[in-house]
């Protein structure tokens, strides 16, 4: 049986594909035109009744929330392929605690701005300046303190590379869409993080296969 | 007896509160360590050195030190998987992925909103803060929309995740605690039936009613 994961043109479906790729695991996709509003059609919201991307399917068993799928395929394949989680219970509450970092303090200013900068025309609304400001004032504090970790520690949650860094690599792709990777490029062990990690054949991959859907 | 851990924050802060629920449920001893946010203790310099994003709470036990409430429950699930509450992080891998999926759902869908009008509605009026009347609106809808979807989840199955109590039904009792109690959204969730059901189980366990005596405590008197 192979995964199925719905939406793969899009950010958080491509936390999976980079997960199920790292893992070794085969998937196919189905494309999920959000733009066109698919992701709240009835059959859709069969599987993901919060309307938004990704939700697999594996089999019978269907799962939703990018970050909850990570963690599901990275336990269950621990023995193949790269090991995402860390070797002790100390060393995966340490890929928690940087995955909730991500989860809670990195993806809502990012989100915004990839929503209001890159999405807004193609949506149909107006793109806030202020939110934009905001978000980006946000997302540069949460870096100046990715910025001190990530100067006595090669990845978020140690010296391996985890679910925590991946979890980062789709929406921080979109910075060079919104000309604003320079938030990266201005911080020196932020830099170095994105350049290792965004150069990993799993993102190489990835971005080949499912192009996202605003042209740079 | 095993060293208590170190939980830092104040009781009355929501994320502070999951994780004493957390440790509650597991049975496991835990100190209690006042940060006095009024006085702007958890943005000095000595907070920010063990949770350098100047937030509560911050957790500590005897092989490591960690942040973030839902990853310290995590860690405390799985370290103290053989006691307390075994079902409260699931007992085989797909009870867990839908612990997870539940869990996500409450961070990134349940908790913005909900969060927003727990700040504006119990929190701002106490710091003197002006209320956002356009927050507080958006907030309410975007709830309501997530609450739907709650809604029809509970009438098919007794907790979120499965029959059992989980962390993902716990992690929702901070936030919804102070909108039932002490502000007038608490219909939102006790006119919905399914959810006005679910709400009556989790907020009626032990462990969350000595959480909320927790709460009430008076705070600690300053050095």
Request: charged content about 35%.
């Given at each position: 049986m192979v995964v199925k994961v719905y939406g793969p043109a899009f950010a958080c479906p491509k936390r999976v594909l980079i997960c199920l790729v790292e893992k070794e695991i085969e998937f196919e996709t189905v494309p999920v035109d959000i733009i066109k509003g698919e992701h709240k059609d009835p059959e859709y919201l069969k599987l993901q009744p919060f309307g938004v991307v990704p939700v697999i399917q594996d089999g019978d068993y269907t799962l939703y929330e990018s970050r909850a799928i990570i963690r599901y395929y990275a336990e269950k394949y621990?023995?193949?392929?790269?090991?995402?989680?860390?070797?002790?219970i100390e060393e995966r509450g340490t890929v928690e605690q940087w995955l909730e970092v991500e989860a809670q303090n990195y993806h809502p200013p990012i989100y915004n701005l990839v929503l209001h900068v890159l999405f807004s025309d193609k949506m149909g609304f107006p793109a806030d300046a202020k939110v934009i400001e905001e978000s980006e004032k946000n997302l540069g504090k949460v870096l100046d303190i990715y910025e001190e970790r990530l100067s006595k520690s090669k990845y978020l949650a140690g010296d391996f590379f985890s679910l925590a860094d991946l979890s980062h690599i789709p929406f921080t792709n979109y910075l060079g869409a919104m000309g604003k990777m320079y938030l990266i490029k201005e911080r020196e062990h932020v830099s170095a993080w994105w350049d290792d990690i965004s150069s990993r054949p799993s993102w190489k991959k990835v971005l080949e296969l499912y192009p996202a859907p605003i042209l740079e | 007896m095993a060293t208590p851990v170190k939980v830092y924050g104040p009781p009355m802060s929501t994320a502070v509160s999951r994780v004493l629920a957390c440790l509650l449920e597991k049975d496991v001893n835990f100190q209690l360590i006042p940060v006095d946010m009024s006085k702007g203790e958890h943005k000095k310099p000595d907070y920010l050195k063990i949770q350098p994003f100047g937030q509560v709470p911050s957790f500590q036990d005897e092989s490591i030190s960690l942040f973030e409430s839902r990853a310290i429950c995590r860690y405390v699930s799985e370290k103290y998987?053989?006691?307390?509450?075994?079902?409260l992080y699931g007992t085989n891998p797909l009870e867990k992925a839908s612990i997870e999926q539940w869990l996500e759902a409450e961070g990134q869908s349940f908790n913005p909103p909900s969060s927003a009008l727990v700040f504006q509605l119990a929190f701002a009026p106490r710091m003197k803060l002006k209320q956002d009347l356009g927050v507080i609106k958006q907030s309410e809808e975007k709830l309501a929309k997530v609450l739907d979807v709650y809604e029809q989840r509970l009438g098919e199955s007794r907790f979120l995740a499965g029959d059992e109590f989980t962390l993902a039904d716990l992690s929702h009792l901070p936030n919804t605690q102070y909108l039932v109690s002490v502000?007038?959204?608490g219909e939102m969730f006790t006119k919905r039936k399914n959810v006005g059901r679910w709400w009556s189980e989790i907020s009626g366990r032990d462990s969350w009613k000595k959480v909320v005596d927790l709460q009430k405590a008076p705070p600690p008197k300053s050095a």
């Open positions: 621990k023995s193949q392929g790269t090991d995402l989680l860390g070797k002790t | 998987a053989n006691q307390g509450n075994k079902r502000t007038e959204k």
